[in-house]
C-alpha cells in the first residue's frame, strides 16, 4: 500500500503527463529521424544521476515551483503543438523529482542532447547526420557525470519531507486543469489547410507551384492566371 501511495504522489502523476506526450514526439524522432538516431540511449544515461538520486530518498516536494512551471510548459507544448516545450517539462519534472541543487542543474541544462532539438542544431551548422549519435551520447555522459559528481541526494539519516497540504492541493489542481485542457483541446474546431489554401490568392505574380497543384487537381477544367 504504501508503494503505491509513491507511485500515485502527484509528482510522478505530473512525470507520467508530460512522459506521454513527450513519447509522441520523441519516438517517431528516435525511429525515423537519421539526426535523432540514438536518442533514447541518450535519455537512459542523462537519467542515471536522477535515478540515483530517486533511489536514495530525494524529496521532490522542494521543488513545487521547478514541478508546476515543468507542468505549464508541457501544457503549452501541447496546445500549441510545440514538442519542444514538452520535451522541456519534461526534463524539469525529473530534475524537480530527483531534487537537483548546486551545479547538479547543469545537468539540467543539457538535457537537449536526447531532444530532437539537438539534431536540427546540428543540421544548423552543417553537420551530416553520421557523427550526431556520437556527439549526443558524449554530451549525455557529460550531463551524466556532472548529475553524478555534484548533485546531494538525501542520506538515510535524513528526516523524510513531505509536502504541505497548500502546495499538494496546488499541484492537484493545475494537474486537473492540463489534464482536462488537453483533452479537451483536441475537439476544438479549427480551420482546416483547405480552409487556409481557399484563402490564399490563385492569381497574380508569385502564386505557383503547390498552390496551382493544389488548385488544378481541384479543378482541372479551369486555368487561373499565374499558374
Known amino acids: 500500500m504504501n508503494r503505491l501511495r509513491h507511485i500515485l504522489r502527484v509528482e510522478w502523476l505530473v512525470a507520467a503527463f508530460c512522459a506521454w506526450h513527450a513519447a509522441a514526439g520523441l519516438i517517431p524522432a528516435w525511429r525515423h529521424s537519421p539526426y535523432d538516431r540514438l536518442g533514447w540511449l541518450a535519455l537512459l544515461l542523462w537519467l542515471v544521476p536522477a535515478a540515483r538520486n530517486i533511489a536514495a530518498g530525494a524529496e521532490p516536494s522542494r521543488r513545487l515551483v521547478l514541478t508546476l512551471l515543468s507542468l505549464g510548459l508541457a501544457l503549452v507544448g501541447v496546445i500549441g503543438d510545440l514538442n519542444f516545450l514538452v520535451y522541456c517539462g519534461l526534463a524539469g519534472v525529473t530534475g524537480a523529482l530527483a531534487d537537483v541543487s548546486g551545479r547538479a542543474w547543469l545537468w539540467l541544462v543539457l538535457a537537449g542532447c536526447w531532444m530532437p532539438a539537438f539534431g ?50 496546488i499541484l492537484w489542481i493545475a494537474l486537473g486543469l492540463a489534464l482536462v485542457l488537453s483533452l479537451v483541446w483536441q475537439f476544438v474546431p479549427l480551420r482546416d489547410a483547405g480552409a487556409r489554401l481557399d484563402a490564399i490568392p490563385l492569381a497574380g505574380f508569385g502564386f505557383t507551384g503547390a498552390t496551382c497543384l493544389w488548385w488544378t487537381s481541384k479543378n482541372p477544367s479551369t486555368n487561373p492566371r499565374g499558374c
Open 120 to 169: 536540427l542544431l546540428c543540421s544548423k551548422i552543417s553537420i551530416s547526420p553520421h557523427p550526431v549519435p556520437v556527439l549526443r551520447l558524449v554530451v549525455a555522459a557529460l550531463a551524466a557525470g556532472l548529475g553524478l559528481g555534484r548533485s546531494t541526494p538525501a542520506t538515510p539519516n535524513q528526516p523524510p519531507e513531505t509536502m504541505n497540504l497548500p502546495a499538494k492541493k
